[in-house]
Each structure stands twice: as structure tokens, then as C-alpha cells.
């Protein structure tokens, strides 16, 4: 039984309000106007389960305790405010978990309300009257539940029914506000947290429920429901409900948070020996003289991109030679072989080097490839030179779009260029080129908070420097061979 239903005559509970989170004020860390904020870190080390709304203490103490959780996590020094660097890799890290949940958002405009939903766990079915109310009733394998209520049940009259709560169930968490209240208890072999946030018209409440013994894998939900629910200034319960539910696209989205409900073990192919990430096909080329349109950036080097098959994941690589191509160790994950895709057709490659920490791995075909580009240093690289991106974001192979550098990044021995081209799930392992065609770097990853916050690892990094070659610009993009 859940808590709403064992106290469904006196109130509908749920756990933690947004009102109630213990939120970090400016006193924490400070950032300029525009970029990341604390609320984006806070968010971020919720979803790799360093942050829970269930902690209680000074809130900056909560949130600095909790960054320096993760930062012990990924072998690096403790220190009292984080760095850029670390502030990029955790929110493109938190972004990547909750994308494995298939977080979205259920909105009732109608009604004037919304909450997050993990909808890869539970699906919503509808929007119901009942007991003079609505209940938005889901299915799947966490209990989530979203109930409206209207007449006496406002915020004059909700203590009352919060001291209901406290003789029905037996929290271990409680927390309250003039607007709402929060209660997490067990419920046999499960963990149920609710909310119950209010306006003078009516009130909201949401409950989800995780097994106790997954809670480990699923705690950051909790804090993700607590976090995201809101009601608008014009709440009105007695309205039409009419809600809609942003459904996360189930393909390429899934890169590297499609490991969060695989078994636990080595990420690494068993039967690669090769550490580097390198190759020694790189071709190397300079800047010239002459800027190419991006039609012409696009018919000169999407030949040489193609969609890369990893199981159940999706993703890109680059052709740097007849027979390598370069990808993200986050697209092919586990997997020694995968299959390339392009106009229809698939050919195999095998996963020939791995450097898992750079996220630098590297494919070979047994068949020969017709069309390859060549790398642009990384020193020749400009910040505010034109980029072109090329992958298949979302699944849709050979998508182009153009941007700047934005800046170039030095990070633990891996060098970034940051992009405003647009990068989306499913870009992973793609190209970002010059306006000539050259390689500058394989998308990697983009931050979900702020904007055009796109990244990619150095197309000179996959260069074993002391092979690396001066590219011949007869040979660099070949002309297709003759089926």
C-alpha cells in the first residue's frame, strides 16, 4: 500500500517538496551572471547519488560535503570549491545519468503544474477524476503517482493533515513548509517518498517508490521528484486536465547511460591490449588559404562518417585511413566488434585500441574504406574559427550544422575544443571539422545546463605523434572507389 492510499481519507502524502530541499545559497560557490550555477551542480551530484534531500544540516555544508564526495569518487583532490574543469565533467556526468532514467517532465498547463518523471521506469497512462480530485496514474516497474485535490485541501488547512500523515505512517524523513510537506518511509521491502506542495486553491502531491533493495541505483530519483515539482501562481485543480508528457527519445540518447541497467564489470573489450587510444593513421594537415561553404565542408567529409551499431547503443566515427576509424570509448562500451552503417549498407569493425579515461578508442574494417579525411593540429586550431559538426544525433545519420570554437581546453593530459556547434545525444564519435574539411576533434559530449556548452577531444590526440604523417592532399579524400 502506498502512503498516499494509507491515508486516502485524510490526505494524499507524498515526500519532499521543492519548497522544502535544502537549497545552497550563493555563500557556497560563486559564479558569474549566465553560467553554471550552484542549483546545476547540486542537480548534477543528485543523479550520480552524492546529493540526497534527505541530509540534514547546513545546506552549504550539505553541498560542499557532497561535491567532495564525487571528487574522492574520481581520484581527485579534495578542495572547498570546484574546479571549471570538474564543474564540466560532473554536469556532463550527471546529464548521462539522468538521461539512463529517461528524465522528462509532465506538464498540465491546463491545470498548472509540473514534476519529473523517470519515464523509462514509469509510463504515464492517463488523467482520471476521482474523490474529487484527479489522479495521473503510471505503470511500470516503480510505483509513481501524481494526485490533485481541491475544495478544503489548501495551504490554511494542510498542517492538519500533515499531523494525519505523522499518526498514519512511521517516516524516517519529514520536512515542512507553509506550502507543502515531505515524508519518506518504508513500506515492507520498499522506500516511498512523497510531496505535497499547496496554493490556496488546492494541492498537488507525487509519490514514487523504489525497491529498497535497488536503492542504491534508484535513491536519485527520490531527490530528482523532490526537486522538480512546481506549481504555477494560478494553480487551478478544478480546471480540464489536459497533461503532457516530453517523451525522451529511446535511441542514440542512451550512449553511455545505457550502461546503468547493464551488470556491473569491465567496461573495456576483453580482447583489446591496446591502451593508448592512438593510431598511427592519422594524416596530419595544416590551415590553407581558401574557406569552404558548409555544403562543401559537408559533400567533402561526410563520406568518411559513419553510424556505428554497439548493441543497443548508437553513435558515430571518422575514417582517418582506409581501414581506421576514430569514435568515443562511451559509444562502443564493451563490445570488441560493432557494426558501421551508411546508405543502408553495414559492414564490421573491431575495437583496436581503448583508452577509456581520454574516452579515445579506435576501430578498424577489414574492407577497405573509400573516403577518409585528414586531422588539423591542435596548436593550428583558432578559437573563433567557423567548426562544422557531422554525426547522427538522435539516430539521424549525416546531420550537419555549424558553429564556432569557442575555446580550447587542456584537461589532465586531454585537450578539448569547445564548440557552439550543436551537439546532441547520438553525436557522440562524429566529426567537428574546419570550414576546409580537416578534422578538429570527435564529439564527445555536451552540458545540458546553460547553452551551445559542446565539446570535442582533439583529433590529435588519436595520433601515435611519433608515426604521425604530413597529409599528401592528392591522397587525403580519395575518390570513391568504382562498386
Same mark, same amino acid.
Given at each position: ?49 552524492? !546529493? ?44 548521462? %545519468? ?37 489522479? !495521473?496514474?503510471? #505503470? ?15 495551504? @490554511? ?43 490556496? @486553491?488546492?494541492?498537488?502531491?507525487? #509519490?514514487?517508490?523504489? $525497491? ?24 487551478? $485543480?478544478?480546471?480540464? $486536465?489536459?497533461?503532457? *508528457? ?25 580482447? *583489446? ?11 596530419? #594537415? ?19 562518417? !559513419? ?39 553495414? %559492414?564490421?569493425?573491431? *575495437? ?60 589532465? +593530459? ?12 547520438? @553525436?557522440?564519435? +562524429? ?17 545540458? *545546463? ?23 592532399? #592528392? ?9
Amino acid at each position: 500500500m502506498s502512503i498516499v492510499a494509507s491515508v486516502r481519507n485524510s490526505i494524499r502524502v507524498l515526500i519532499c517538496g521543492a519548497a522544502l530541499l535544502c537549497t545552497v545559497g550563493a555563500e557556497a560557490q560563486d559564479f558569474p551572471a549566465g553560467k553554471i550555477t550552484t542549483d546545476d551542480l547540486r542537480r548534477a551530484l543528485i543523479w550520480t547519488g552524492h !546529493y540526497s534531500v534527505l541530509a540534514k544540516g547546513d545546506a552549504a555544508t550539505i553541498y560542499r560535503e557532497a561535491f567532495q564526495r564525487w571528487q574522492k569518487a574520481k581520484g581527485y583532490a579534495v578542495t572547498d570549491m570546484l574546479p571549471d574543469e570538474q564543474m564540466s565533467e560532473l554536469l556532463a556526468e550527471g546529464a548521462r %545519468q539522468r538521461d539512463a532514467f529517461g528524465w522528462t517532465t509532465l506538464e498540465d498547463k491546463s491545470i498548472g503544474f509540473s514534476v519529473g518523471v523517470p519515464a523509462k521506469l514509469a509510463k504515464f497512462v492517463a488523467a482520471r477524476a476521482a474523490n474529487g480530485g484527479l489522479s !495521473y496514474s503510471f #505503470e511500470g516497474s516503480v510505483y509513481y503517482s501524481i494526485l490533485v485535490d481541491y475544495g478544503d485541501l489548501s495551504c @490554511s488547512r494542510l498542517s492538519n493533515r500533515y499531523l494525519s500523515v505523522l499518526r498514519r505512517v512511521r517516516p524516517f524523513y519529514v520536512a515542512r513548509s507553509g506550502s507543502g510537506f515531505a515524508v519518506a518511509a518504508r513500506l515492507g521491502d520498499r522506500i516511498a517518498f512523497g510531496q505535497a506542495a499547496c496554493r490556496t @486553491s488546492g494541492a498537488v502531491f507525487v #509519490e514514487i517508490q523504489i $525497491p529498497e533493495d535497488r536503492s542504491g541505483q534508484l535513491s536519485p530519483l527520490l531527490s530528482a521528484m523532490a526537486e522538480s515539482l512546481r506549481l504555477d501562481r494560478d494553480f487551478n $485543480p478544478t480546471a480540464v $486536465p489536459r497533461p503532457k *508528457v516530453e517523451q525522451p527519445t529511446p535511441t542514440a540518447g542512451d550512449l553511455i547511460v545505457a550502461a546503468a541497467t547493464q551488470p556491473a564489470g569491465a567496461t573495456k573489450p576483453a580482447t *583489446v591490449n591496446d591502451n593508448s587510444g592512438k593510431t598511427s593513421g592519422i594524416k596530419l #594537415e595544416g590551415r590553407g588559404p581558401a574557406d569552404l561553404s558548409v555544403e562543401r565542408v559537408f559533400e567533402k567529409a561526410s563520406a568518411a562518417v !559513419y553510424m556505428v551499431k554497439a548493441g543497443e547503443r548508437l553513435g558515430s566515427a571518422v575514417a582517418i585511413d582506409d581501414h581506421e576509424l576514430l569514435t568515443n570509448c562511451h559509444v562502443v562500451k564493451d563490445k570488441s566488434r560493432v557494426t558501421l552503417v551508411r546508405d543502408g549498407k553495414e %559492414q564490421t569493425a573491431d *575495437v583496436v585500441s581503448v583508452n577509456e579515461k581520454a574516452d579515445r578508442c579506435v576501430l578498424r574494417t577489414p574492407a577497405s574504406m573509400p573516403s577518409w579525411v585528414t586531422v588539423r593540429p591542435y596548436d593550428d586550431i583558432k578559437v573563433g574559427e567557423r567548426a562544422v559538426t557531422i554525426g547522427t544525433p538522435q539516430g539521424l545519420e549525416l546531420t550537419v550544422a555549424e558553429g564556432i570554437v569557442s575555446s580550447k581546453r587542456s584537461y589532465e +593530459g586531454r585537450r578539448l575544443v569547445q564548440t557552439t556547434a550543436p551537439i546532441s545525444p547520438g @553525436s557522440s564519435g +562524429g566529426g567537428l571539422f574546419d570550414v576546409q574539411g580537416h578534422l578538429l576533434g570527435i564529439t564527445t559530449f555536451h552540458l545540458k *545546463v546553460g547553452q551551445n556548452l559542446n565539446f570535442a577531444v582533439a583529433g590529435e590526440d588519436f595520433a601515435k605523434t611519433a608515426d604521425a604523417k604530413t597529409a599528401d592532399p #592528392e591522397i587525403a579524400n580519395p575518390a570513391p572507389k568504382a562498386p
